[in-house]
């Protein structure tokens, strides 16, 4: 989400790409779009006079507009493809990219990944907290990363990877 510079981890990305990133829209089963949008808004019911919350994915809306129109919440996308459908079995390729920023649900869940693995830090924990960061390969069926939260479960989201040298 915002920092006090007002700045969304999708301004990031898009930033990102303006020097000349590679982004890459992901989503493991697009086919559950709708069962995932109605969960969100079960674990997190919408605060009174609110039609969204940040923290829904809003997958179904979203797929159709990377597929309609190749915008994910205002980022270019420039691969619809790679990483949609795979379900719990991530493509091997997915492993090859030094390094990537990832975002789920519109920026509001923001990581850096390595060699397909998802890096997180929890800003609710100590900085001193052995459990304060957590590495898993990217899989988010699957048990790995991004992880889920007792409320936020991040099943789409954009990565953007730098320009190969």
């Known amino acids: 989400l915002a920092a ?9 990305q898009i930033m990102l790409i303006e020097l000349g990133w590679r982004s890459l829209y992901w989503n493991p089963d697009p086919s559950r ?17 609110r039609k969204w919350m940040p923290v829904w994915g ?13 915008i994910y919440f205002n980022i270019p996308v420039q691969d619809a493809s790679t990483l949609v459908g795979f379900k719990k079995h991530p ?50 069926l699957g048990g790995g990363g991004p992880r889920w939260t007792r409320t936020e479960r991040y099943r789409s989201g954009v990565f953007v990877f730098p320009p190969k040298p």
């Open 91 to 140: 493509p091997a390729e997915f492993g090859e990219p030094p390094f990537f920023i990832g975002t789920a649900h519109a920026g509001y869940h923001v990581f850096p990944g390595f060699n397909g693995n998802v890096l997180e830090a929890h800003s609710a924990r100590n900085l001193n907290d052995s459990h304060n960061l957590e590495l898993s390969p990217f899989n988010p």
């Open 58 to 70: 809003g997958h179904a809306p979203r797929y159709q507009s990377v597929m309609r129109r190749g």
């Open 4 to 12: 006090g510079n007002k700045f969304l981890g999708t301004d990031l």
């Open 33 to 49: 779009n709708e069962a995932w949008d109605l969960e969100d808004r079960e674990l997190v019911p919408p605060t009174r006079g």
